[in-house]
């Protein structure tokens, strides 16, 4: 079974704005360029899943045209909620709230929003429905979540999923395809 984990396209944001759950418009001509850049790279009998966001749909539509296959939308596929954080800029959330998550990023609620534990389980539960499926399956998701998907391969305990995204780099590019090989069954 392999998983052909995509992120989104650059949505319309400044730079430097915290945003996790926030809909965030991707122009249509940079969500068209994507998928013809990646449709040739993605098995046409996999299960196409994606992320309810809208910079995740406008992607994922464009592909499931191209592939002739159907969008399956979860919000298990949702990124991180940062609560109050989100699309505030970086530079004015106070440093001691950025130093306590980074402190204990698998734990701590940035913004009162949600905690990469949090994430880890919904994601998971993705997962382990995927690998019960056992097919080849393409993701239009987010960073995190595409992190989260590739700890959750080498951990089985929601807890070391989390740590291990938590860990992980941070340079998934916009648009990116990761492609992963991992077992199916349970």
Known sequence: MRLYLIRHPQPEVAAGIC???SELAVPVERAL???SALAPRLPREAALWSSPAARCAALA???ASALGATVRYDARLLEM???????QAWDSIPRSEVDA?????????????ERVLDVAERVKAFHDGLKSDGR??????????????????AHHDIADIAAAAARAPHRIAYGELVIADCASGP
């Not at 990023?105 to 940035?110: K, L, N």
């Not at 393409?138 to 700890?151: E, K, P």
């Open 19 to 21: 945003y996790g759950r």
């Open 61 to 63: 539509e464009p592909l």
């Open 101 to 113: 998550w980074a402190a204990d990023a698998a734990a701590y609620r940035p913004g009162g929003g």
């Open 81 to 87: 909620d940062f609560g109050a954080w989100e699309m």
């Open 136 to 153: 080849d399956a393409v993701l239009v998701c987010h960073a995190g979540v595409i992190r989260l998907l590739l700890a959750a391969l």
């Open 33 to 35: 360029e994507a998928a």
